[in-house]
Each structure stands twice: as structure tokens, then as C-alpha cells.
T-cell receptor, first 115, second 114 residues
Framework: NAGVTQTPKFRVLKTGQSMTLLCAQDMNHEYMYWYRQDPGMGLRLIHYSVGEGTTAKGEVPDGYNVSRLKKQNFLLGLESAAPSQTSVYFC??????????????FGQGTRLTVV | AQSVTQLGSHVSVSEGALVLLRCNYSSSVPPYLFWYVQYPNQGLQLLLKYTTGATLVKGINGFEAEFKKSETSFHLTKPSAHMSDAAEYFCAVSDDGGANNLFFGTGTRLTVIP
């Protein structure tokens, strides 16, 4: 059972380049999330999805797009990378609503540097 | 709206001493509360959670936390620090409505001094 897997683990981009980060979960979870982690700021929610085919904006969505075409995958896209998007990106998933489903499971992170 | 405040971005304790990491939350509805731990270059791992029921919750690695509604707090404690506890700790809040989004505090880096 792999849990939540993020691809790639590291990437360096030039300003203006585009890329897609892939998140895959094998737990049949309904909800998936993308966060970014910056020093001294904790984790901030970029976008999230409450089910296949749905997406919604989080706290810091500008400059990012997402898609959830399959239940197990949640893609995060950067159309034109900027140095301000240098960060560590985390994907997370949770089963659904209710106290028994409250725990979120996290991937290992993607360290992105934009030069 | 929900938010979390973690007091102290860095905490140092001696090995064997009490660990106390502070977390206060703001929520307009009954909250779910979490503590996650992050070791260097790794993802986040759940230490413990409060959703309903008993307000004193025990987690992994000897940690525990108490939900105090009157104080809007969820402080994390461990009676005796171990070197392996050195990590960054995040408090988070969510609720049972909508997408159950997790809102994180800014984190507390724990250093354990031998």
C-alpha cells in the first residue's frame, strides 16, 4: 500500500516554464489537496477536490491550476513559473467527511526551485 | 473562518525534560484538531487528533494533547523528551463541513539538547 505518492520529488524550473506535479493515492479517498510549505508560514492550501471531476480554490490559488480527471490522481499545474513559486509542495488525501475520516494522509513532498 | 496560532517558532528542551508545544485555534463551529510532525525532508505524519469524545487524546511516541474549549487550546505535551523527538510540529484545525479543509499553524521547531 503506497498511500500518497508525489512525482517528481525535485525539480528546477526556469522562470516562465511550465510543469505539472502529479499526486496519486491508492486509498480510494474522495478528498484531495495541494499545499505549499514555505519557511515560517506553515502549509497553505492551494487547491482542493472533493471528488472526481471537481476542483476548488484554496487560500493561495493564483498561478496554479489543477485537475482531477480520475479519482486517484490530482494534478497541479504551473503554466508560467515564477521565483515566488519556489517552495515545497505537498499533496494530501482523506477518505471523506465525519470524525472517522478526519485524518489526512500526506505525500513526501516535491521541492521546486524556480530560477 | 478557522485559524491556528502556534506560540513559539522554536522550542528547546533538554533530553528527559517536559515538552510543551502551544496551539490555540479559532473556529466558528466545533473543530477537529490535529498535531502533525515533520522530520527533515519528509512529509507530515499524524501524531494525534481530536474529533469528538474524550478531550485528552493520546498519540504516537508518547505524545498527548488536551482539547480545552474554554481556552480554545490544544497544547501538545510529552513528559520526557527524547533526542528522536527533534522535528517540526504543526497544529491544524478543520471541521466536518464542506471539504474539511485543514488549516495549519506556522509550525514549531523542537530542538532536544543532550
Amino acid at each position: 500500500n503506497a498511500g500518497v505518492t508525489q512525482t517528481p520529488k525535485f525539480r528546477v524550473l526556469k522562470t516562465g516554464q511550465s510543469m505539472t506535479l502529479l499526486c496519486a493515492q491508492d486509498m480510494n479517498h474522495e478528498y484531495m489537496y495541494w499545499y505549499r510549505q514555505d519557511p515560517g508560514m506553515g502549509l497553505r492550501l492551494i487547491h482542493y477536490s472533493v471528488g472526481e471531476g471537481t476542483t476548488a480554490k484554496g487560500e493561495v490559488p493564483d498561478g496554479y491550476n489543477v485537475s482531477r480527471l480520475k479519482k486517484q490522481n490530482f494534478l497541479l499545474g504551473l503554466e508560467s513559473a515564477a521565483p515566488s513559486q519556489t517552495s515545497v509542495y505537498f499533496c494530501a488525501s482523506r477518505r471523506g467527511q465525519g470524525p472517522l475520516n478526519a485524518e489526512a494522509f500526506f505525500g513526501q513532498g516535491t521541492r521546486l526551485t524556480v530560477v | 473562518a478557522q485559524s491556528v496560532t502556534q506560540l513559539g517558532s522554536h522550542v528547546s528542551v533538554s533530553e528527559g525534560a517536559l515538552v510543551l508545544l502551544r496551539c490555540n485555534y479559532s473556529s466558528s463551529v466545533p473543530p477537529y484538531l490535529f498535531w502533525y510532525v515533520q522530520y527533515p525532508n519528509q512529509g507530515l505524519q499524524l501524531l494525534l487528533k481530536y474529533t469528538t469524545g474524550a478531550t485528552l487524546v493520546k498519540g504516537i511516541n508518547g505524545f498527548e494533547a488536551e482539547f480545552k474549549k474554554s481556552e480554545t487550546s490544544f497544547h501538545l505535551t510529552k513528559p520526557s523528551a527524547h533526542m528522536s523527538d527533534a522535528a517540526e510540529y504543526f497544529c491544524a484545525v478543520s471541521d466536518d463541513g464542506g471539504a474539511n479543509n485543514l488549516f495549519f499553524g506556522t509550525g514549531t521547531r523542537l530542538t532536544v539538547i543532550p
